[in-house]
């Protein structure tokens, strides 16, 4: 049973535009989530993340919604940039699971100048 | 600079050997983990560690052992036990805050040949 599910596996933009990322979740004991992107052949790097007591959180051109009464989470990056082409995966985690977080799949974001 | 240095990048496995991975970080970090990532999928969890001489398993341990003698370090021997082992192997670490996210390694890739 997949409890963090990112059910686009690819999302293309162009240059400029707004890139939305979408991640659901089914374990409602998570109460911390995180966006982390990776690049081919190297580890993820953390982005953003954002605490269930919250709806919101931004970081320059990164912003994260978070539903909870939906359990859905999104990215959106604004402006989109060619340097924002990678991997991007949601993590949740919960507090009584001593800080390991679960992954979903990931979702490949390619934005074409 | 602080980071988490992963080795090899590459390592090659014969049918029915043991490797390990090596994982080191000087980032003062508390806690330290293993993942697994296959191809088109997410991190699943191997093993992880919250402090020195203590660890845990996580999704998909078996085939595999850790250990944790000092705070810096944390080895992931891959077993013959292991029934699939070709994949990219990540190790991370956190502070208590798990806000911050995870300080990814850059991956070692295994194939057993």
């Known amino acids: 049973d997949q409890q963090v599910k990112q059910n686009s596996p690819s999302l293309s933009v162009q240059e400029g535009r707004i890139s939305i990322l979408n991640c659901d979740y089914t374990n409602s004991m998570f109460d911390y989530f995180l966006w982390y992107k990776k690049y081919p052949a190297e580890g993820p790097t953390f982005l953003i993340s954002i605490s269930s007591i919250k709806d919101k959180n931004e970081d320059g051109r990164f912003t994260v919604f978070l539903n909870k009464s939906a359990k859905h989470l999104s990215l959106h990056i604004v402006p989109s940039q060619p340097g924002d082409s990678a991997v991007y995966f949601c993590a949740a985690s919960a507090n009584t699971n001593a800080g390991k977080s679960t992954f979903g799949d990931g979702t490949t974001l390619t934005v074409k100048p | 600079d602080g980071g988490i240095t992963q080795s090899p990048k590459y390592l090659f496995r014969k049918e029915g050997q043991n490797v390990t991975l090596s994982c080191e970080q000087n980032l003062n970090h508390d806690a330290m983990y293993w993942y697994r990532q296959d191809p088109g999928q997410g991190l699943r969890l191997i093993y992880y560690?919250?402090?020195?001489?203590?660890?845990q398993k996580g999704d998909i341990a078996e085939g595999y052992s850790v250990s944790r003698e000092k705070k810096e370090s944390f080895p992931l021997t891959v077993t013959s036990a292991q029934k699939n082992p070709t994949a990219f192997y990540l190790c991370?670490?956190?502070?208590?805050?798990?806000?911050?996210?995870?300080?990814f390694g850059s991956g070692t890739r295994l194939t057993v040949v």
């Open positions: 991370a670490s956190s502070s208590r805050n798990i806000r911050m996210g995870y300080t």
């Open positions: 560690s919250q402090i020195v001489n203590d660890f």
